[in-house]
């Protein structure tokens, strides 16, 4: 790829309370639940050019740091925090081109409930949503829903594969042209091109059909993040984007060629797929107060260390407070969760102290820190060592300065280069992501 070739931006984030420490936090910090904040989001992204904005989820409040919410509820990073999946309906009525991605697990959904659920996003989106398709990987979870524990990593996965087999039959359950609503014969929908689909697996049974006729894109974008081995898999056979944070230019394009290798071994076409980096740019007129910010945000080290404890708490369950924070993370650690979440923190962490590597830590795959033009070239220069596809906005929590950075700063900048899309050429989320 060269210079000048378009590559495409996602924003990832949650139905939470935005940033509400800074300068301007206006009424947002309480009243963030009625949803406005975020539909106010959704339309600047749309006009900046985004191709999409993915909503993250989880089913719990976690009390695994010292055995209490008490770290997690002072950041309300994990918690609390709104149901995506209702708030697809509410940022579409308010776009008309961006695509909406949801994250529903597979491990607490029944295959049944959310085949119509998403069929229903995507006719009142008209085509625009996406899910998320995530296993779970927390026992708290687990124990929302009546059991003691999650199924074992790659079980989850297995479930999650057959989960997929009747989702896909239960979307299918109605032909394309199944309503006829012909006056003449009196006929509203054709009982021959509606199916059931008798699935008896070793999981899941359904009869169907689905009560809900078939969508613009009978199936959503499939969206998934797998980093281990299994969930590469996954992803590579059964998704149309992906989503991950491996370390550096090297890291983002050994994930992706292995993606593709993957998925060309599954018999599809490798462009079929497309992987999104997570980054949280740090921006500012120019460059120095740009660096300015950048080290002002590392120096706010007990904060940054509280976060990062009870994000990594929450997401493998490995209750950090057990260890000395004065020393490297003990070698016999393992996690039942997010497998390879943790390697990659082993990896990053590299001989350093907890305290020393968490206080300093931020989730991104490169740091961008610079004016709007500055980081353009970055990314320019980035996407062309990755070989293509896109990047995933993370700006963890969301304030609405960070968002006219991103929208009114950066993506402007990435336009005047020819870098980022000036206009949809389709009416769906899928051809859209697959239009260059
Ligand atoms: C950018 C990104 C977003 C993710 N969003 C979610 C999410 O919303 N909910 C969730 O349970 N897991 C989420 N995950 C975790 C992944 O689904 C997956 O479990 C994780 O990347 C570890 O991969 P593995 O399951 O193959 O070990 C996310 C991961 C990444 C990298």
Redesign the pocket.
Known sequence: MSSADPFRLGW?GNIASPEWKNAYPGNDARQWTNGRFYVDMVRNMERAGFDFMML???LMVPDIYAGTAELELKHARYAPKLDPVPIVSMLAYATRHIGIVA?A?TTFYHPYHLARQFSTLDHVTEGRVGW?V????EDRAAQNYGLDALPE?DLRYEMAEEFLEVTDALWNSWDADAIVADRETGYYADFRKVHTVDHVGKHYRSRGPLNTPRSPQGRPVICQ????P??RDFAARNADML???PNGIEGMKNYRDDIRRRAAGFGRNPDEIKTFF?IYPMIAPTDEEARAKNEAWYAREQHNLEVQLAHFAATMEIDFSRFDLDAPIPEDVTTNG????LENWRRSLGGKTIREGMSRMRVQSIELVGSPDTVAAQLDEAMQEVGGDGF?IYGQPISREYVAEMTDGLCPALQRRGLLRTEFSHPTFRENLRSF
Request: a negative charge; aromatic letters at 4%.
């Open positions: 990832f993250e989820d989880s994250t697990s998320n995530v296993t779970s990987s990593h993040a797998g980093g281990s299994r969930g989503l991950n944070i997570v997010h497998q390879s979440q995933l």
